[in-house]
């Protein structure tokens, strides 16, 4: 059984640029969750998408976008990034919007 | 949300059992009790959730209080993998997003 992956693994931009991230789910799992995590701080919730639908957003910005396929895989957009958009970007995946969300690595994406 | 609180660090020796507590004075009926761990530099691992009743897997066990105000993840025998900051986090059906806080951090002392 393949874990949550998370792609790339780190990552640099520039304030102004535009950034995508990549998440494949864990195998069997239709949810895919996305949080944001500054260092020395608890993860934060950005979106869920529950069988291709946004289902719960967090206090983010517009300019923070997602998608989900349908083989339940995921991406994060992030547009106009800010320095403060420097932090970790983790993964979630889990079956059903109520399961037990199992994390991939996370993205480390520094904004210059 | 309802909101839970955790003592910010606890330290332990290695093969004794860890209590960690949580408090959760405003939780409702059906808010659900869930604990996650964060190792060092790696995303957060599910622990154990539960609603009522007490719970056991194969990582730990989940003791909650016949009042649900508050809840003690036990550790059986810590090893020195087992430090990390452990989150208490209450979800309910409708809002399942995790809602993090500062959590505890584990010291595991060999």
């Known amino acids: 059984e393949t874990g949550v992956t998370q792609s790339p693994t780190h990552l640099i931009k520039t304030r102004g640029q535009q950034v995508t991230l990549r998440c494949s789910s864990q195998?069997?799992?239709?949810?895919v969750s996305w949080y944001q995590q500054a260092l020395g701080q608890g993860p934060q919730f950005i979106f869920q998408y529950y069988r291709e639908e946004e289902n719960g957003r967090g206090n983010f910005p517009p300019r923070f976008s997602g998608l989900q396929f349908p083989n339940y895989s995921s991406e994060l957009n992030v547009n106009a990034l800010e320095l403060d958009d420097s932090a970790l970007y983790l993964c979630?995946?889990?079956?059903?919007?109520?399961?037990?969300?199992?994390f991939g690595p996370g993205t480390r994406l520094l904004v210059l | 949300d309802a909101k839970t609180t955790q003592p910010n660090s606890m330290e332990s020796n290695e093969e004794e059992p860890v209590h960690l507590p949580c408090n959760h004075s405003?939780?409702?009926?059906?808010?659900?009790i869930h604990w996650y761990r964060q190792l060092p530099s790696q995303g957060p691992e599910y622990v154990i959730h539960?609603?009522?009743s007490n719970v056991n897997n194969r990582m730990a066990s989940l003791a909650i209080a016949e009042d649900r105000k508050s809840s003690t993840l036990i550790l059986h025998r810590a090893t020195l993998r087992d430090a990390a900051v452990y989150y208490c986090i209450l979800t309910f059906f409708g809002n399942e997003k995790l809602t993090f806080g500062t959590g505890t951090r584990l010291t595991i002392i060999p």
């Open positions: 539960g609603l009522t």
């Open positions: 979630a995946s889990s079956f059903g919007h109520a399961g037990a969300q199992y």
């Open positions: 405003t939780i409702s009926g059906t808010d659900y």
């Open positions: 195998s069997g799992h239709n949810t």
